[in-house]
Nanobody, 122 residues
Framework: QVHLVESGGGLVQAGDSLRLSCVGS????????VGWFRQAPGKEREAVAA????????YYYRSVEGRSTISRDNAKNTVYLQMNSLKIEDTGVYYC???????????????WGQGTQVTVSS
């Protein structure tokens, strides 16, 4: 099992950039695929991006394609989500989660962090 903690969120203006971090504690972080999810006020949680255990495979969802980059440094037990050209619609609580299998839906993720707030204003 792994404990996840997100950081890097904040209040930014449209067009700005942020880099979110997800740090896992435990000796098996590199054995998990990691996904980023977000939930805007009044909306359902949605997937943002995912990365495989090795970091060789990545996947992006919805409008973040072309504006975000997910990466990981297993030596530091950390997964990053770099977000550029932020839009007001990107506002929400961002969560990272770890899964034992690649390509699974949210229900397939076993461990979740508490989230970090991203607020984009005009």
């Amino acid at each position: 099992q792994v404990h996840l903690v997100e950081s890097g969120g904040g209040l930014v203006q449209a067009g700005d950039s942020l880099r979110l971090s997800c740090v896992g504690s435990g000796g098996s972080f590199s054995t998990y695929a990691v996904g980023w999810f977000r939930q805007a006020p009044g909306k359902e949680r949605e997937a943002v991006a995912a990365i495989s255990r090795s970091g060789m495979s990545t996947y992006y969802y919805r409008s973040v394609e072309g504006r975000s980059t997910i990466s990981r440094d297993n030596a530091k037990n950390t997964v990053y989500l770099q977000m550029n050209s932020l839009k007001i619609e990107d506002t929400g609580v961002y969560y990272c989660a770890a899964a034992t299998r690649w390509g699974q839906p949210a229900e397939g993720y076993d461990y979740w962090g508490q989230g970090t707030q991203v607020t984009v204003s005009s």
